[in-house]
């Protein structure tokens, strides 16, 4: 048996949520795309907005949170997608990391990872530290 990814969504909005609401058979959202796949378990998401939580919760029936250190205080995933917007990526980040557990080991950012180069060289510099795997997320669409 195939040991499940265990993976949280942080921001609920277009990128980590919204786009496919309510749920459409092309995958255009992280929560979607995670819900779907066979070797991924939706563990929860955590989003500002209540609006957001309770949409989330719907289509999803997992837990919800406002803010990373609740999440993060209750649940051990292996994998953190960042959607939010991008001025947030290293304050994010870096909240992650002070919460960080043995189990995880990977943190995907929304692109783009950030608009000033030294906070980039930063995210890059703490994943290291912390032996966590940083990907920026980069989808290609075909015609």
Same mark, same amino acid.
């Given at each position: 048996?195939?040991?499940?990814?265990?993976?949280?969504?942080?921001?609920?909005?277009?990128?980590?949520?919204?786009?496919?609401?309510?749920?459409?058979?092309?995958?255009?959202? +992280?929560? +979607?795309?995670?819900?779907? +796949?066979?070797?991924?378990?939706?563990?929860?998401?955590?989003?500002?907005?209540?609006?957001?939580? %309770?949409?989330?919760?719907?289509?999803?029936?997992?837990?919800?949170?406002?803010?990373?250190?609740?999440?993060?205080?209750?649940?051990?995933?292996?994998?953190?997608?960042?959607?939010?917007?991008?001025?947030? +990526?290293?304050?994010?980040?870096? %909240?992650?990391?002070?919460?960080?557990?043995?189990?995880?080991?990977?943190?995907?950012?929304?692109?783009?990872?950030?608009?000033?180069?030294?906070?980039?060289?930063?995210?890059?510099?703490?994943?290291?530290?912390?032996?966590?795997?940083?990907?920026?997320?980069?989808?290609?669409?075909?015609?």
């Amino acid at each position: 048996m195939i040991k499940k990814i265990k993976s949280i969504i942080i921001g609920l909005g277009r990128v980590g949520l919204l786009y496919d609401l309510p749920a459409k058979k092309t995958l255009l959202s +992280h929560s +979607h795309s995670i819900s779907k +796949h066979k070797s991924y378990e939706l563990l929860a998401g955590v989003d500002k907005k209540f609006k957001n939580r %309770e949409d989330f919760k719907k289509f999803y029936n997992r837990p919800t949170f406002r803010s990373v250190k609740d999440a993060l205080s209750k649940l051990k995933p292996n994998l953190i997608i960042i959607s939010t917007p991008t001025k947030t +990526h290293l304050k994010v980040l870096k %909240e992650i990391v002070n919460f960080k557990s043995d189990e995880l080991t990977s943190i995907v950012v929304e692109k783009p990872i950030s608009y000033k180069n030294f906070e980039t060289l930063e995210m890059l510099k703490i994943c290291k530290k912390k032996k966590i795997k940083l990907f920026v997320n980069y989808p290609f669409i075909y015609d």
